[in-house]
């Protein structure tokens, strides 16, 4: 069951997501978030609490919470080194994404589909506009754990955030599948991920997540 802490959370995750929070940017105080939540503090303080323990806000004793950079996280990967290395880390994130997918299905948290659905026409939007939708495919695959209900989830997609940009990047550039062909099997299989999740179906929604990051391996290395 999704609590109002939770939602909070998912809240405050969108703020973080915004351009405008870059490393060391200051967050409102506690009482303009409470009152732009319509929370309470103490329900405010364990969602911002929780980003605490997931590295993503650092709290200084009287000057309030900041955005963490990405590389004071303590899990860290390092990058994508080689070819086989980003095979590798595709099948990783088959793995840890299904499972979240099939955690978020069991959820069913109707402001996390909501959310989604954003999401996924956001980065279609973005595209056909002739923008890259980088930063709302990575989005959109954090939205899927953050539906989980599961902490450690979101803190390892955070993580790999940079080799995920990575991925996506080199995918775009070695493929040899016509462009409007490998975004338009990338939006199909976007639609299937979030379809399954709202359907409530765990087992729909984990092989929807393992077609789409199979299909990048596919649309890197071949069939």
Known sequence: MRTLSDRVYEQLCELL??????????????????????????????????????????????????????????????????????????????????????????????????????????????????????????????????ASGNRFYVATMTALGEQIRQGIRLIRELSDRPAEVRLADVHREHAAIEKAIAAGDADAAAAAVRAHLEGGIARLFGT
Not at 65 to 94: H, K, M, Q, W
């Open 17 to 146: 997501a915004k351009p405008s929070m870059r490393e060391g940017t200051r967050l409102p105080g506690e009482l303009d978030l409470s009152r732009q939540f319509a929370v309470s503090r103490p329900v405010l303080r364990q969602a911002l609490e929780r980003l605490r323990s997931e590295g993503r806000l650092l709290s200084r004793k009287g000057s309030g919470n900041f955005v963490r950079a990405a590389t004071t996280r303590e899990i860290d990967y390092g990058p994508l080194s080689s070819i086989p290395d980003v095979r590798c880390f595709l099948e990783f994130r088959c793995s840890l994404e299904s499972e979240a997918a099939a955690r978020a299905a069991e959820n069913r948290d109707p402001k996390a589909l909501r959310r989604l659905r954003s999401l996924r026409l956001r980065i279609e939007r973005t595209i056909a506009t002739g923008g890259s939708g980088i930063e709302e495919d990575i989005a959109f695959h954090t939205a899927i754990a953050e």
